[in-house]
């Protein structure tokens, strides 16, 4: 395995709500996503500088959809996720399962809900 493969946390992240939104995956989407699904309140510049990073590897991939009168005529940018960067993902999970194999009674306290 290539360790530049191995996604990092917030890397990870971006991937599963892409996958989750499928073709409603945008910025604004994007972010409420994060905040309803993760609790995690990120700026939307960091979204979109971790989704150009996502796009450089070749992870993800954008098109613009057309442009819509609430936005004051301005298009929307989507992204979707590539075989490559579903690859990342599997690989990044299969090393946490890995890792986290034999922990169970460890893990438990830290991770109860």
Same mark, same amino acid.
């Given at each position: 395995?290539?360790?530049?493969?191995?996604?990092?946390?917030?890397?990870?992240?971006?991937?599963?709500?892409?996958?989750?939104?499928?073709?409603?995956?945008?910025?604004?989407?994007?972010? @409420?996503?994060?905040?309803?699904?993760?609790?995690?309140?990120? $700026? *939307?510049?960091?979204?979109? &500088? !971790? =989704?150009?990073?996502?796009?450089?590897?070749?992870?993800?991939?954008?098109?613009?959809?057309?442009?819509?009168?609430?936005?004051?005529?301005?298009?929307?940018?989507?992204?979707?996720?590539?075989? @490559?960067?579903?690859?990342?993902?599997?690989?990044?999970?299969? $090393? *946490?399962?890995?890792?986290? &194999? !034999? =922990?169970?009674?460890?893990?438990?306290?830290?991770?109860?809900?």
């Amino acid at each position: 395995m290539d360790k530049s493969r191995l996604l990092g946390g917030f890397e990870n992240l971006l991937l599963l709500v892409i996958l989750r939104l499928d073709d409603r995956a945008y910025g604004v989407a994007i972010r @409420q996503e994060l905040l309803d699904q993760a609790q995690k309140d990120v $700026a *939307i510049g960091a979204i979109y &500088t !971790g =989704l150009d990073r996502l796009e450089q590897k070749g992870f993800v991939k954008s098109w613009t959809g057309e442009p819509t009168p609430e936005r004051g005529g301005r298009a929307k940018k989507f992204y979707r996720v590539t075989a @490559q960067g579903k690859k990342a993902l599997q690989e990044t999970h299969r $090393a *946490i399962h890995r890792l986290s &194999t !034999g =922990l169970e009674g460890s893990l438990t306290a830290c991770l109860s809900f």
